[in-house]
């Protein structure tokens, strides 16, 4: 069977794995690879922007701090301190690039500065956007650059199956060796060897039954590292955005919390304020606590939804700053410019993820996660809005940098085909759709926004009954795309299980019933898991 091989394997598409293989495609083949099309991952639709500090009355030290407060005392500083320092020059690469941010008096051809807008958590305008369709404008940007370059090569529509290690194919040392694909549209299997590997595939809030993410968040960088033997860190933290539009038909649509930056208000059905009721910010408090607020003012009133008003701003300005929520809300029968919206807290982001350093190194030689998959540091407890795309822009860069030199490492060894000749098609698919289901209720009902022991305990003991009848399906049933998900959403299931029953205590978007307070007796520390077959890397 042929085998694929390149120098870098990059699995993942979005802003993270694009900017990488672009910084190294100048001196080495690179093989990138994406389950969907490369615009259904996250980074596409990110609405909100990129936070640098490009005001000359901000500081690096200012935004240093607000991401430090917001992540709730277990922020890395030096992490905090990298990420910060390198923001400009990460938008200037945006922008030699061809990333045109919205500027003062309208788009980038128009000239003037840029436009800097405000989001929970920023003590200063910081937020660097293209109108309300960031994502949108960096991910096609670097498609296309990334399309366009002759030593990158695209694979769409192929699901990484999982990592290949020295260890696991029986050759001495221990690295990565590449990853086995599947091919989502001849439902086959290959073997991609690579000198590098970089699991660039985002989150895992697809584990939800409610979110903002599209259908490719299902955490398959988190549990593939797991399984190769990564520790994980901080799985409990799971980012709730406070406000997607509420609608049967629009699924998750996010409403950006640039809109709050603008002064939106959030109100109760009967049309009164209530968030500085939480908070002395208000409707720019950090994400977790205007989550935790609109849920708890859910349950008090025993409402499906609470309302963003941005009314009372001037209609032209509504339709320039945010014109495709302008125009997807009046699409389902709302008129921002005129009446408030129904919005709903929903699953947004993965602050946790696989242990890396400055580098993108994780405990595996040979293998790099960047982006949403991977725990830098940088997010603490709490991710403060607009450090996402900015974290998958500097950890890229620092990445290709640590790759670059590595000049001395040979190209792995032809490596085991993948074997399909034990198992059959499945009779049964039901199954895999059920579990699908099941996993993403009663993680909603059970690990969401406000958690207790009582229900982190049932959760554990369903998740153990999913891990064993999926472990079985997959032993006995030719792999498909669903199938690959579901096993990695359980297993992340489990990590987010597991990491918020070890913490006592609330801290950032992790809320429990059972220990309301922090614990101020002990250091603050992360959550660190460790899988039976780690080995720690010299």
């Known amino acids: 069977m042929q085998q694929l091989s390149c120098d870098v394997l990059i699995i993942g598409g979005g802003a993270a794995g694009l900017s990488l293989a672009l910084h190294l495609a100048e001196k080495h083949h690179i093989t990138l690879i994406s389950k969907g099309n490369l615009t259904e991952g996250s980074t596409y639709y990110a609405q909100g922007g990129i936070a640098a500090v490009m005001d000359p009355e901000d500081s690096f030290e200012s935004h240093i701090a607000d991401t430090m407060n917001a992540g709730a005392g277990l922020c890395d500083p030096v992490v905090a301190r990298h990420t910060v320092v390198h923001a400009p020059e990460a938008i ?32 200063h305008r910081r937020i660097l956007h293209a109108d309300d369709a960031t994502g949108q404008a960096v991910e096609s940007t670097l498609q296309q650059r990334v399309q366009e370059h002759p030593n990158i090569t695209v694979l769409e529509q192929h699901n990484a199956i999982d990592l290949v290690t020295s260890r696991k194919v029986g050759l001495p040392g221990h690295r990565c060796l590449g990853a086995y694909i599947l091919n989502r549209q001849t439902n086959h299997a290959v073997v991609c ?27 398959d960088g988190i549990a593939m590292a797991w399984r190769a033997g990564c520790r994980i860190a901080n799985m409990e933290f799971n980012q709730f955005h406070p406000t997607c539009l509420y609608h049967p038909q629009a699924k998750s649509f996010l409403i950006t919390e640039a809109m709050r930056g603008e002064g939106a208000k959030l109100l109760l059905p009967d049309g009164e304020t209530f968030m500085q009721h939480f908070d002395e910010r208000a409707e720019l408090a950090p994400r977790d606590i205007v989550a935790r ?17 941005i009314s009372h701003r001037p209609a032209a300005f509504i ?34 993820g696989v242990m890396t350093n400055l580098d993108g190194e994780t405990d595996i030689p040979g293998l790099y996660a960047i982006g949403e998959t991977a725990f830098t540091g940088l997010h603490g407890a709490n991710r403060m809005a607009s450090n996402s795309l900015l974290e998958c822009l500097v950890f890229a860069k620092s990445t290709a940098e640590h790759i670059e030199r590595q000049e001395n490492i040979a190209a792995p060894p032809k490596l085991p085909d993948w074997d399909e000749s034990r198992v059959t098609d499945s009779d049964e698919e039901v199954v895999v759709t059920h579990n ?13 926004i406000v958690r207790t022991n009582k229900r982190l305990q049932r959760a554990e003991r369903r998740v153990q009954l999913l891990q064993r009848e999926i472990d079985e399906y997959y032993g006995n049933f030719r792999i498909t795309s669903d199938l690959l998900e579901l096993r990695n959403l359980v297993q992340v299931a489990e990590l987010i299980i597991t990491s918020a029953i070890q913490r006592k205590e609330s801290r950032g978007l992790h809320y429990t019933l059972d220990y309301p307070t922090l614990d101020k007796t002990k250091p603050a520390c992360n959550t660190l898991l460790t899988p039976t077959n780690f080995i720690r890397q010299s």
Request: contains cysteine; aromatic residues 14%; proline residues 4%.
């Open 436 to 448: 699908w289901h099941e996993l993403r209720r009663f993680m909603w009902d059970y690990v969401g």
């Open 293 to 309: 607020a609109i849920d708890h003012e859910m349950k008090r009133l025993g409402c499906d939804s609470l309302f963003l008003d």
């Open 193 to 219: 060897r690579a000198r590098f590997t970089v699991l660039a595939t985002g989150g895992a809030s697809k584990v939800y039954l409610y979110t903002s993410n599209p259908d490719t968040a299902t955490g």
């Open 92 to 123: 200037k690469w945006l922008i030699g690039n061809g990333v045109n941010f919205t500027r003062e008096s309208g788009r980038a051809e128009d000239g003037g500065s840029y436009h800097l807008t405000r989001e929970g958590g920023h003590g």
């Open 319 to 352: 339709t320039q700053h945010f014109p495709n929520i302008y125009k997807q809300c009046l699409a389902f029968g709302y008129d921002i410019t005129q009446q408030p919206i129904p919005v709903v807290p929903a699953a947004h982001y993965t602050c946790g």
